[in-house]
């Protein structure tokens, strides 16, 4: 078993959350990653109360073990999920996209620890201050929606302010990545894009192929000129909505424009015309794989690379 903070904080044997990506991030990917030794997290994005109460349940008939709810504060029925993780009582949640100060309280009150997602420096020096029990700093590399910083940038700017337990993620895929962060002084991490081939996540065959076919340069990023970036493959509707976004089209023929494509990519298997939400660490993504392979092998690479570093000084 690993020693950080957060597999103290959280009870897990290897400090790797699974990331909540919508309408992929349920139960049995879940269970799967906590029956593999680390957690996971159920993405509510899109879903209603009825959905997210289902998820819950279901995932706690299969394990035992914490995981986690995503609470996004975009969501116009945020309000209701929160009160179901606190009827629920999950191990903890991951929120993003808004304030989260008001919800650490009432969660906490419940036993439910609280972990924002961060952009900066003040945003984490904030929700420490306000209670957080920790946080994640997710740089742009990552897949779906991002910030302007890279996780690189994020961590020599975030680490050295923060007491409590901070959890790098974007661009993460492999065990080489997961060192890096431990020894920069993380004390856990969060990874979407490398859970996406796993068996158990039912993202569409045909998205997963886009993906193990993807090189480096195939990821892009739209509505970043509008500050709402968000990452995936390129393909045909990228282009168009690119072309779009930058000739001063307004928000709301964007908006529309944009509407549906992660279910149209994700679920559909749309691969032109719908946008397959991935981070930038592509070429490492090259084949499915159950999910307990993929935290042994994690496991194994983190381990073998953080053995190595000592040799660095000799």
Known sequence: MWNTKLTKLLGIEYPIIQGAMAYLSEANLVSAMCHAGATGVIATGGLQVDAVREQIRKAKDMIDKPFGVNLMLQSPNKDDIAQ??????????????????????????????????????????????????????EGMEAGGHDGKL???????????????????????????????????????????????????????????????????????????????????LKNKWSEAYLAKEYSGAPEEELMAMARGTNWKGAIEGDTENGFVLVGMSLNRLNRIQPVQEIIDELVTETEERLALAGGLLK
């Not at 961590?155 to 661009?171: D, H, K, S």
């Not at 492999?174 to 856990?188: E, K, N, P, Q, T």
């Open 84 to 137: 179901l993780v606190c009827d629920e009582k999950v191990a903890f949640v991951t929120i993003g996209a808004g304030n989260p100060v008001p919800y650490f309280e009432p969660l906490q009150a419940h036993g439910i620890k609280c972990i924002p997602v961060v952009p900066s420096v003040k945003l984490a020096r904030r929700v420490q201050d306000k209670g957080a029990d920790a946080l994640v700093i």
């Open 150 to 232: 890279t996780t690189m940038a994020l961590m020599e700017n975030v680490l050295p302010e923060i007491e409590i337990p901070v959890v790098a993620a974007g661009g993460i895929v492999d065990g080489r990545g997961i060192a890096a962060a431990l020894v920069m002084g993380a004390s856990g991490v969060q990874m979407g894009s490398r859970f996406l081939l796993a068996e158990e996540c039912i993202l569409h065959p045909n998205a997963k192929q886009a993906i193990i076919q993807a090189v480096d340069t195939d990821s892009t990023v739209t509505g970043f000129s509008r500050n709402d970036s968000v990452r995936g």
